[in-house]
């Protein structure tokens, strides 16, 4: 199964640092953690919808087969599937974190050339 990706304030993952599981805010507020397929999608949707919030965010890489949670796809308006995380995120489903690098304007731009160097916790 091809992986999928969230994004994250980087102070929201480091708060979890050392923690098994990583529970963002939305999965008390709405009952799962947003994810997208495809990097082009993501890049597009964090641009359409998070230009306007600062600060510096990276990119999750989760293997969707290591995510102990269930994982419910959900075709949204745009017509495209979404994953949506339905439980908390085992960290050793994360197989790596990346820099979600911002132009001027807030939009997002590619991110797998940007390794985040304090990836600690990381699927082997």
């Avoid at 796809?73 to 489903?93: E, K, S």
Wanted: glycine share 8%; charged share 20%.
């Amino acid at each position: 199964m091809a992986e999928i990706y969230h994004m994250v304030p980087e102070p929201t993952w480091n708060s979890s640092a050392g923690e098994s599981v990583y529970t963002p805010p939305s999965l008390e507020s709405e009952g799962f953690i947003h994810c997208t397929a495809g990097e082009r999608n993501l890049v597009d949707v964090a641009s359409r919808y998070y230009a306007d919030q600062p600060g510096e965010w990276l990119v999750l890489v989760i293997d969707p087969a290591r995510v102990e949670a269930e994982i419910r796809w959900v075709v949204q308006a745009d017509g495209l599937a979404y994953p949506h995380i339905h439980g908390p995120l085992n960290r050793d489903a994360v197989v790596e974190v990346c820099r979600f690098p911002r132009d001027a304007d807030g939009g997002f731009g590619a991110f797998r050339s940007l390794p985040w160097p304090g990836a600690p916790g990381l699927a082997k």
